[in-house]
């Protein structure tokens, strides 16, 4: 039982910056991989980046290499996505989850891998 809320979303220009913030509640935040979502107008739910409960590894779908970069601050139970030379393409709805079990030790980061989900918060980015 993770309950997750984004913000930092926007109106941008193509080249500009935003970090989103993902706010968890519960006290094992520390102890579940989290992951960010986005599922853009008519399309499915695409992964888009993950960061490992235990060593703070992280892995990013192909199409956000070296702009984008997920982290996370156990402290303040949060997870950030900083998104950087934005595309229009990256326009998109984008959500933060929680893997569906604590201690999580593989390396799959679909959807169907995360159990709790954040209502997203709406990215747009113009050319």
């Known amino acids: 039982q993770v309950q997750l809320v984004e913000s930092g979303g926007g109106l941008v220009q193509a080249g500009d910056s935003l970090r989103l913030s993902c706010a968890a509640s519960g006290r094992t935040f520390s102890s579940y991989t989290m992951g960010w979502f986005r599922q853009a107008p008519g399309k499915e739910r695409e992964f888009v980046a993950a960061i490992r409960w235990s060593d703070s590894s992280t892995y990013y779908a192909d199409f956000v290499k070296g702009r984008f970069t997920i982290s996370r601050d156990n402290a303040k139970n949060t997870v950030y996505l900083q998104m950087n030379s934005l595309k229009p393409e990256d326009t998109a709805v984008y959500y933060c989850?929680?893997?569906?079990?604590?201690?999580?030790?593989?390396?799959?980061?679909?959807?169907?891998?995360?159990?709790?989900w954040g209502q997203g918060t709406q990215v747009t980015v113009s050319s």
């Open positions: 989850a929680a893997h569906t079990r604590p201690y999580y030790r593989g390396t799959s980061y679909v959807r169907s891998d995360f159990g709790s």
